[in-house]
């Protein structure tokens, strides 16, 4: 339980999360990209 009281002390704004998520996002599509000839494969 330690964990979760750790990270609600932390002060995460919705700006943040935003771009925290923008940059997933856009991680995954370039993943996405970059496997999609060897992913058709494996469908």
Known sequence: M???F???KLHVTK???DKLL???????KE???SL???GN???
């Open 15 to 17: 700006g943040n999360v």
């Open 2 to 4: 330690s964990r979760f």
């Open 22 to 28: 923008g940059i997933l996002l856009t991680a995954s």
């Open 36 to 38: 999609a000839p060897t």
């Open 41 to 43: 494969l494996y469908r």
């Open 6 to 8: 750790k990270f609600g």
């Open 31 to 33: 993943l996405k990209r």
